[in-house]
């Protein structure tokens, strides 16, 4: 990949700023530099990238203040870019983070040096302001875990540097060191025109709002958070997402977990861990191939042709690999472990780090044919809400799950007096099973029928072969595992079950 990175417009490197010279004045801009806002910014991006010749980006990757840039490019200028990345961002500052914004530049432009703006070639700067600034946006950066670990150890044990701010403990000393340094490499004046850029976007606060920003976006979308992040927190990460997926715009979104806070983007710990969905999103990574599980092939049987299906605990995406091979253009999983994400992005579907629990916000009505839930039903603790949630999303639902009433397993109860245990779903010590729930088949179709749902199809296996048509008599007994399609409406063309 070539990699273009330009400073943005109101810096004090390279791309104008207010330190720079007015034209047709030997003086700086200074107090007279308009007020930007990040639109300003990437249309200067969008005149060097024409400038080089460069029709399409084949992605912008931005982090914090880079994921606006990055949410602006997608949206004033959709035909140029193929994929968009945001990280660690938000749709606008939330009060709380816009009020650190106020009191940093409070800060500065109540330093005595600061002049109006005017300081360039004077003696003295407005170095305290600015200080205190950075030191403000530095808290920020961190999570309240990063610095429990970072001074907790030493609290009374402050760096010996010269500076006039209290160093009586350690964490004071630092911040010192910090924002004495920023001083050495920054502008006030360009600190002020950033930060007002930052407090002026809104690319809206409502689902309504949200949906109307991106509207105008093609591109397919990586968004990733941080889940100790405060300052751009992962709720307005999953807006964006929740606004896209609305839009049927193709997202992947993970949540990174770390103590790192904000500043987690940054961090190599963190890059390693969200990177390689970036690469797949990107077609760098070869993905292994995918282990069929065995209820794979009765699942498969039960989605048409060209279905839209979203998979609900996607694991590493063996079933979305299936059916994109099989020519299935609108796929979606849903999981929680970052490593999972990352494996079923490989297989270039989207993929969104979602919380089953709290059920399925980022989705509208009626927006996949077809949602899959597969060995993950006894994990929840939530079933009915979950089980109503997807036929809120999907038209019907493939329900596949061990079925607890399998006889082998009545047997080692019955007859040896210990809790069930065999392979596949049910492997696992009695202390040790992610197994909340222990649902036979009659108790999901009792549970199916409360809800006032319909079962018209049915596939019922046991040690990797259809029951028989004496065992399919008694299901409950003879079924390893079930595998049932559901709908909200009335079966179509009085399809029976067993």
């Keep these: 990949w070539y990699v273009l990175c330009s400073n943005i417009l109101g810096g004090c490197r390279g791309t104008t700023g207010p330190g720079s010279i007015r034209p047709g004045t030997n003086r700086p801009w200074a107090k007279d530099f308009p007020t930007i806002t990040v639109q300003d910014m990437v249309d200067v991006q969008k005149a060097l990238v024409d400038s080089l010749g460069i029709q399409k980006l084949r992605a912008v990757v931005g982090g914090s203040l880079g994921g606006h840039q990055t949410m602006t490019w997608a949206t004033r200028y959709p035909d140029s870019l193929q994929t968009s990345v945001v990280v660690g961002s938000s749709p606008r500052l939330t009060a709380q983070a816009l009020s650190f914004e106020v009191v940093a530049r409070n800060a500065i432009q109540t330093d005595p040096h600061f002049q109006n703006g005017d300081y360039y070639g004077s003696p003295e700067q407005p170095r305290t302001g600015l200080a205190i600034a950075r030191m403000l946006g530095h808290i920020t950066y961190l999570s309240s875990e990063a610095m429990a670990q970072k001074f907790d150890v030493d609290r009374n044990s402050p760096r010996d540097i010269a500076t006039g701010f209290e160093k009586r403990f350690s964490v004071g000393s630092y911040l010192a060191y910090q924002g004495q340094k920023f001083t050495e490499r920054f ?74 806070g904000h500043d987690g983007f940054l961090l190599s710990q963190e890059i390693s861990a969200y990177g390689p969905l970036v690469s797949a999103k990107l077609g760098e990574a070869q993905p292994q191939a995918p282990r069929p599980h ?28 299936a059916l994109k ?51 993950t039903l006894q994990l929840v603790p939530n079933v009915k809400a979950l089980l109503k949630d997807s036929l809120r999303v999907g038209k019907e639902l493939i329900l596949a799950f061990p079925n607890f009433a399998w006889q082998p397993l009545r047997e080692m109860f019955s007859e040896e007096g210990r809790s069930p245990k065999t392979a596949g779903d049910y492997g696992f010590q009695w202390y040790d099973t992610p197994n909340r729930r222990f649902p036979s088949i009659r108790d999901v179709e009792e549970l199916i029928k409360k809800l006032e749902l319909n079962i018209i199809e049915s596939h019922y296996e046991a040690e990797g072969a259809p029951l028989s048509a004496e065992q399919l008599k008694d299901p409950n007994l003879f079924a390893e595992f079930a595998v049932l399609r559901i709908s909200s409406e009335n079966p179509i063309g009085g399809l029976s079950r067993p």
């Design 325 to 375: 091979t099989r020519g299935h253009q609108r796929l979606c999983g849903v999981d929680v472990k970052t490593s999972k994400l990352v494996v079923t992005a490989q297989h270039g579907v989207d993929v969104i780090d979602a919380d089953l629990n709290l059920g399925l916000p980022e989705f509208q009505d009626d927006q996949f044919d077809i949602v899959v839930i597969s060995s």
């Design 294 to 321: 065995r209820q794979d092939a009765a699942i498969l049987n039960m989605i048409s042709a060209g279905a839209s299906v979203l998979d609900l605990g996607c694991g590493d995406g063996h079933l979305l690999a």
């Design 187 to 260: 502008d006030a004046n360009s600190y002020c025109t950033i930060s007002m850029a930052l407090s002026l976007v809104d690319f809206g606060s409502t689902p309504a709002e949200l949906e109307n920003t991106f509207r105008e976006s093609s591109c397919d979308w990586v968004v990733i958070s941080f889940s100790s992040d405060w300052l751009f927190p992962p709720t307005q990460s999953r807006q964006i997402v929740a606004a896209l997926t609305a839009l049927g715009r193709r997202v992947s979104y993970c949540e990174v977990p770390t103590t790192a």
